[in-house]
């Protein structure tokens, strides 16, 4: 069963009841407000606050919506003859005929935004149409996850209440001469007030705990690892842990922080068996609108992924999309802890560490990374920074149920994978038994099996190494022999 959704190309009704077979649109308002706009010019920009191209139902009107654009941006005169002769350059052929239709009976100034906001309207209505549709296809097609169909259905539905509009172009004129203060520290060297940060670290790292630590500091004005915080309301987004759980654990770590916890202050929303998409979390935390928030902490986001890939970029940097958008919608930080890939991690370089899609490493302003120190219960903290001058690295030893600092371990000395039993074949060995003159592979793998007892499939594996770094050659008569620095043609004359 076909999956897609109809493509709708006919020219659209001109009633404002379109027929039941075609999305929602408004072709009367479409044509008013563009008949308004060649006559009134000065509401193009103001228009294009709140629309853009896909506002229009109708392509004709689609096409002169772009062509009030272009004169807009080059600082043209917008009238009918200009309006036509933009149109005949896009490849119009009919764009006098429609200039002519659309000023035939122009609305007063007034009514312009009248009819902008039932454009907008419509167009909002054809987008939740065509999701529905995407949804009820999807919901009948068993193979197809729903949940994923519907973290993308509240995707399109939340660009589209916010009417899809990006910010507009900024002349570097401008933008130099406005003042615009540098956003306070929440924590002193390490995060500023709107940034997104990823805490990673390997497993029972206690990188939760470090989590529930920074929501009690902040949420109480008290310094964090040694370092100073801007006081706010925080929130916590629990996914992973039982309430009674989470209740105990901050209870614990505001005791050993000596903190008597404030009602108001940090706020725990449990969302432990809950299905929910990253999207939705962004929407509810900017419906509540919480006053004064100034942290949000997600734990674990790999909840939100709800099927999506962890390894693809392009999910990850959906995820990390919605994070970024939470900020912009209440000037709050958010931290996302994470996990380092599965080994000892400590040869890469600290934002490398991070399990999954290497955007873990790239969107985020502040990666704070947790590995183990040589020294057991101690771990180094390293910090890679976007808007701070580089942080040096320092050691926290792990005290139930906090880290401290622990200036007298060198944060360098980082535990080392314990080295592996020594391989028992290798391609030196190998080559020592081919006989001066050669072998047949069948005949080279038959001795190394009976004087070495190596396996075919090892066999094959370091005979394939030999003959690709040149060591050994095969020649016409499939025979392989070493290669000696005598030999000149492999293959003969």
Known sequence: MSTSIPKYTRKASPSCDPPPDLPPHDSIA??????????????????????QAEAFFDPQHRAVWNALCLLSD????????????????????EAFAIVSRLIDNPPESPSIEFHRGRV??????????????????????????IDIEL????????????NGRLPNFEDIGTL??????????????????????????????????LCLDMAVCVSHGISWLGRGVSPGVVLLANLELPRW????????????????????????????????SAAQLRAEIARRSIPDLRLVIIDPAYKLLLGRDENSAGDIANLLGHFEAITNDTGASVLIPTHFAKGNASGKEAQDRISGSGVFARDPDSIFTLTRHEEDGAFTFEATLRTFAPAEPFVLRWQ???????????PSRLKKAKPGPAKRFNADKLLEILPPKGASKPAWCKRAEGRLGMSKSSFYNLADELEQSGRVFV???????????????????
């Open 30 to 51: 479409e044509a008013c407000l563009l008949g308004g706009m060649i006559l009134f010019p000065a509401a193009i920009e103001q228009a294009r606050e709140s629309i």
């Open 74 to 93: 080059a600082h043209a005169p917008v009238a009918s003859d200009t309006v036509a002769a933009a149109l005949r350059d896009s490849g119009e052929g």
């Open 120 to 145: 907008v309207d419509s167009w909002k209505r054809r987008v939740a149409f065509q999701t529905a549709m995407q949804l009820a296809l999807v919901a009948r097609d068993s193979n197809r996850p």
């Open 151 to 162: 973290a993308a259905a509240a995707d399109a539905i939340r660009w589209q209440a916010g």
């Open 176 to 209: 130099a001469d406005e003042q615009l203060p540098t956003p306070p520290a929440l924590i002193e060297g390490l995060l500023r007030q709107g940034e997104k940060a990823v805490l990673g670290g390997a497993s029972k790292t206690f990188k939760s705990w």
């Open 245 to 276: 759980c989470i209740r105990k654990r901050i209870l614990d770590v505001a005791s050993a922080r000596g903190v008597r916890l404030e009602s108001g202050r940090l706020l725990v929303w449990n969302l432990r068996g809950q299905v929910v």
């Open 400 to 410: 139930h149920p906090v880290f401290s600092v622990d200036k007298a371990l060198d």
């Open 475 to 493: 020649d016409c008569d499939d025979v392989v022999k070493p290669t000696t620095e005598t030999r000149s043609q492999p293959y003969g004359d």
